[in-house]
């Protein structure tokens, strides 16, 4: 599809085409975001550190207007942060609190730093979230396609009145669809966020993949086999759950998967699993994750990633590497 017809298609409201957009951070998200609205119609501008490796992928992704967050903050009508969580307060109160212009929105795309009080919004401004379901890549890939993802949205402050409206035209404008926008609080959308993610998503999932992994090779199945059996085919599985719901991916397998996994799920995954699920999403509720992340230092952040190196098999990262192809 042309670029013109995106133009057509996204293009917002006559009150809010000519306000700019200020989109501090260009990770995952923020490059997605900021290309969306741009091939939209807004007029976008990228806020980032003066020595940010991010600045030169940015020129490169074609973007001219690039600033430090305090003077791209003063420039915008909007205001998308899509930092890091752990680097919302502090950014917040060094460079966006002081600079922004009355009236002017603030955009939030996780809940998280609004709902646990790392930042307090001023009384004069809307404040919003779009918040994707989906990485950035597949943010921009959907948009590219002319297909839409799903994603949260919530008004937690509407100082012009036109809080919603604005929402809904950013939201098209990133390339989401109206019937796949979910209206949520900042509250529901940080917790379950975090705890998705922890609990299932990411932390449950890849530790249930990789304990299976683990008892196949060391019963002795080639480390390719192990990987065959219990990673490769789970976009399959999760493809069926979401089509179809858990009792339509049953009805969907084979006999013997259905009767296997029928008998086998709960001696896995058992109440005890449940309580302990229970116990973080307290945990978090209460906002002990989120005071842990908020403390996030750059040198923890590299232990972090050589604990994650740690955790992982070789073996198994080297069999997924050469079945990505």
Same mark, same amino acid.
């Given at each position: 599809?042309?670029?013109?017809c ?6 917002p409201?006559?009150?809010? /085409? ?7 951070g260009?990770?995952?998200?923020g490059k ?17 550190k ?11 992704d074609?973007f001219?207007?690039?600033y ?8 915008a ?10 680097l919302?307060?502090?950014?917040y109160?060094?460079d966006?609190? /002081?600079?922004?212009?009355?009236g002017?929105t603030?955009?939030f795309?996780?809940?998280f ?7 307090a919004?001023?009384k ?20 590219l396609s002319?297909?839409s993802?799903?994603?949260?949205w919530a ?6 009145g036109?809080s919603s409206r604005? $929402? ?58 192990a ?9 399959l ?16 397998i084979s006999?013997t998967?259905?009767y296997?996994?029928a ?8 109440r ?20 842990k992340l908020n403390?996030l ?8 990633r050589?604990?994650v190196?740690e955790? $992982?098999s ?6 997924a590497?050469?079945?990505s192809?």
């Amino acid at each position: 599809m042309a670029l013109s017809c995106y133009y057509i298609r996204f293009m917002p409201p006559a009150k809010t /085409k000519n306000g700019v957009v200020a989109v501090l951070g260009y990770g995952s998200q923020g490059k997605a975001i900021a290309a969306n609205l741009r091939d939209s119609g807004y007029e976008v501008v990228i806020g980032l550190k003066s020595r940010s490796r991010s600045r030169v992928r940015a020129k490169r992704d074609g973007f001219r207007r690039i600033y430090t967050a305090r003077e791209a903050t003063r420039l915008a009508s909007y205001v998308c942060i899509a930092l890091p969580d752990h680097l919302h307060g502090r950014i917040y109160k060094q460079d966006i609190e /002081k600079n922004l212009n009355p009236g002017s929105t603030l955009i939030f795309l996780h809940g998280f730093s609004v709902h646990f009080g790392f930042v307090a919004p001023p009384k004069n401004c809307d404040v919003i979230m779009i918040a994707p379901l989906a990485p950035g890549l597949a943010v921009r890939e959907k948009y590219l396609s002319d297909r839409s993802l799903s994603a949260f949205w919530a008004v937690h402050q509407d100082y012009t009145g036109r809080s919603s409206r604005t $929402t809904h035209a950013l939201a098209a404008a990133m390339g989401f669809k109206r019937n796949r926008l979910v209206k949520t609080s900042f509250a529901d959308e940080a917790v379950g966020d975090l705890f998705g993610e922890q609990a299932v998503l990411c932390g449950g999932l890849s530790e249930l993949i990789l304990s299976g992994f683990e008892v196949l090779v060391e019963r002795g199945l080639p480390a390719e086999n192990a990987y065959l059996e219990v990673a490769y085919q789970l976009d399959l599985i999760i493809s069926l759950i979401k089509q179809y719901g858990i009792e339509g991916m049953f009805e969907r397998i084979s006999v013997t998967a259905r009767y296997g996994s029928a008998l086998a799920g709960k001696k896995i995954i058992d109440r005890s699993v449940k309580k302990r699920m229970g116990l973080l999403y307290e945990e978090i509720r209460a906002g002990k994750f989120a005071r842990k992340l908020n403390r996030l230092t750059p040198q923890d952040i590299q232990a972090l990633r050589k604990l994650v190196k740690e955790r $992982t098999s070789r073996p198994f990262e080297k069999a997924a590497k050469k079945y990505s192809k």
